[in-house]
């Protein structure tokens, strides 16, 4: 009698394979970590340089100075439209009571940087912007967002070259911010 052949794995060939996977992925895995928390960092930066391009537009088409703030502490951001209201005058930020038309938690393994020296005595740490589509001075010339977990992953959001719009700057690409240009070290 003429037997077929069987075709199929054997059950030493499938171990044999997923021990090969286990391997790989033992090794694989803490870099895939790193890259995912890496991740978390460029996409909140993309999604706060759109808040404060939404905050530059609103102003312009509503034509009333709008407010980007920033609450380091809580890790929130919103943004306001200042009509009537006093640049410099923020009650503390409660979630429970929203500020504006727009309130944005950072995700819990990232930090909000703010150099205080940048801001004016009265002033909360915010961006500007008035119906021209022109900063406010007082506005910051940038800020931080790090990975609380690991310090090298960090980014900085800082003014354009043209001083209007904000940038998303890595590693060599950071500069002093203007502030942090005049901080006299102390010994």
């Known amino acids: 009698k003429a037997r077929r052949k069987q075709e199929g794995f ?20 803490p870099s895939l970590s790193g890259f995912f928390r890496s991740a978390a960092l460029d996409e909140e930066g993309r999604r706060m340089l759109s808040v404060i391009e939404m905050t530059r537009r609103e102003a312009i088409a509503n034509g009333f ?23 410099d005058v923020l009650p503390g930020v409660d979630e429970k009571k929203p500020l504006g038309k727009r309130i944005y938690r950072m995700p819990p393994e990232l930090v909000m940087e703010l150099n205080d020296t940048s801001l004016f005595a009265s002033t909360i740490a915010s961006i500007i ?47 002093l911010l203007q502030s942090e240009i005049f901080q006299v070290p102390v010994n």
């Open 129 to 175: 912007y008035h119906p021209d589509g022109q900063l406010d001075v007082s506005s910051l010339p940038g800020f931080f967002v790090r990975n609380k977990r690991k310090d090298d992953q960090k980014i900085q959001i800082a003014r354009s070259v043209n001083g209007l719009r904000f940038e998303i700057r890595k590693g060599n690409e950071m500069v």
């Open 10 to 29: 054997t059950l030493l060939e499938l171990i044999l394979v997923m021990v090969l996977l286990t391997g790989v992925m033992a090794v694989v895995a």
């Open 65 to 87: 100075p709008t407010q980007l703030w920033l609450d380091a502490e809580k890790g929130l951001y919103g943004m306001r439209e200042l009509q009537g209201v006093q640049a």
